[in-house]
């Protein structure tokens, strides 16, 4: 998948390029991400890519020319354009597993108080937003997404089936984990999970997964009970079980 983003600050995705998991993803040739300078395609003396609002108000708004610039330099025409935006559609999983089925994305990042609304209009852009707050910019909701899409994408995560079975893509949120050593500062860990029993330990993880959705998430939890028709005998009783226990 190729990614172009166009940003005002390309240094801020340093934190995403020169992650391991996208460092190697790139490597293989999984995912490709290109940066894009916004300011390379200003044309006027001063490499101004922000102005004064029409109407007046305050903040600098990012303006027409060197945005189309950019764009056309990426040859964005005919592409999926996103534009991070608070603006925008919150994303979730519908969202991302979209995404990350497609061969090419491009983002725009904006920043001061937005981009000039033709650049939005001319280029047909999905307004995307991570979340009912505002940011300085679009960079971090791109690193975001660009996060959370690619390790969607088969290759990227080294184990094939872990994206999948992890919380939210399961349609519970995840079990708790635990690691060496076996007993910290008096905690141990549960038992069944140094038992060496598979199918006790799916249980249990099962078991523990139900719980912690049903407590912090009913409106996954209510889902899942609705769409629960492929479980095992087993993986029924237990949730048969807490559907009925106060959590
Ligand atoms: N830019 C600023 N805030 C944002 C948000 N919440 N989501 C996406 N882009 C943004």
Redesign the pocket.
């Known amino acids: 998948m190729k990614i172009d983003v166009l940003t005002l600050f390309p240094e801020m995705f340093a934190a995403v390029t020169g992650s391991s998991m996208l460092g190697r993803a790139a490597d293989r040739g999984i995912i490709d991400i290109r940066l894009t300078n916004i300011r390379d395609y200003t044309n006027d003396k001063h490499n101004r890519a922000d102005d004064y609002p029409f109407g007046g108000g305050g903040g600098m708004v990012m303006m027409a020319d060197p945005v189309f610039g950019a764009l056309e330099a990426v040859n964005a025409a005919g592409k999926r354009i996103l534009y991070?935006?608070?603006r925008?559609q919150i994303m979730d999983k519908a969202k991302i597993e979209e995404l990350s089925e497609l061969d090419e994305l491009v983002i725009l990042c904006?920043h001061y108080e937005g981009v000039d609304q033709r650049i939005i209009d001319h280029w047909a852009m999905e307004e995307?937003?991570?979340?009912?707050?505002?940011?300085?910019?679009?960079e971090l909701?791109a690193m975001v997404l660009i996060d959370a899409v690619a390790r969607l994408i088969p290759g990227v995560l080294g184990n094939e089936s872990s994206a999948m079975d992890e919380s939210v893509y399961s349609g519970l949120l995840e079990f708790p984990q635990y690691t060496k050593p076996r007993e910290y500062r008096g905690m141990e860990v549960p038992e069944v999970l140094v038992s060496g029993n598979h199918k006790l330990i799916d249980l249990w993880r099962f078991r523990e997964s139900l719980l912690l959705t049903k407590e912090r998430r009913p409106d996954l939890f209510d889902e899942f009970v609705k769409n629960s028709g492929s479980l095992s005998k087993d993986e029924r009783k237990i949730l048969e079980e807490i559907v009925e226990i106060d959590v």
């Open positions: 991070m935006s608070p925008g904006g995307v937003s991570i979340g009912d707050y505002v940011l300085t910019g679009g909701p």
